[in-house]
């Protein structure tokens, strides 16, 4: 089954911005479906973050933000608090075979 | 506000049927997807398939063999059985609403461990 590859971890210290990045293919983020971004905290279920690759929900503050180009995609997120320690997943479509919705490995962000 | 709670077994022993069931409450399941996701260490988050309100169903092509969907709308419920189930099935499983191809609200998950 196809994948979307994300880096494992990432961390940075409060106040500092990181990037987590997303690399797919010409089956599903190439193949012009939206990214999502999830983030889940330590005993929780995911919580949408990022939907049609940069649109934020009601109630996700501005800090986070998404962006897509070609086969890959980004999550960024500005201004690092120590809430943000979470595991983040990216999300989109593929049609290798029949359409299904496919997700990243995780990264784990670790606020230093 | 739309809110899901997955209920069933949490240990299912091997070759048997895995069956859950999603509560939805705050608002209509009518013109709806409702989804099911299983997160395992090995394998992180896999979508398993979805049922629509009218009762169209799809299922991810890794799993389709094994899996049924089915809902019940009088009871705002929709149910997800895998069967013959192995130690790869041991999961949490989330119940979520799609809308279009995210997800988004998710349930707090139940752990389904495939143990004799």
Not at chain 1, 56 to 79: E, Q, Y
Not at chain 2, 70 to 96: E, G, N, P
């Amino acid at each position: 089954q196809s994948v979307l590859t994300q880096p494992p971890s990432v961390s940075g210290a409060p106040g500092q911005s990181i990037t987590i990045s997303c690399t797919g293919s010409n089956s599903n983020i190439g193949a012009e479906y939206d990214v999502q971004w999830y983030q889940q905290l330590p005993g929780s279920a995911p919580k949408l973050l990022i939907y049609g690759n940069s649109h934020r929900p009601s109630g996700v503050p501005d800090r986070f933000s998404g962006s897509k180009s070609g086969t890959s995609a980004s999550l960024a997120i500005n201004g690092l608090q120590a809430e943000d320690e979470a595991d983040y997943y990216c999300q989109s479509y593929d049609d290798t075979l029949s359409e299904f919705a496919l997700f990243g490995g995780g990264t784990k962000l670790t606020v230093l | 506000q739309l809110q899901l709670q997955e209920s069933g077994p949490g240990l299912v022993k091997p070759s048997e049927t895995l069956s859950l069931t999603c509560t939805v409450s705050g608002d209509s399941m009518n013109n709806k997807f409702w989804s099911w996701i299983r997160q395992s260490p090995g394998k992180g988050l896999e979508w398993i398939g979805y049922v629509y309100s009218s009762g169209d169903i799809k299922y991810n092509p890794s799993l389709k063999s094994r899996v049924t969907m089915s809902i019940d709308m009088s009871k705002s419920q929709f149910s997800l059985r895998v069967i013959s189930v192995t130690a790869a099935d041991t999961a949490v499983y989330f119940c979520a609403r799609q809308k279009g191809i995210w997800f988004d609200p998710w349930g707090q998950g139940t752990l389904v461990t495939v143990s004799s």
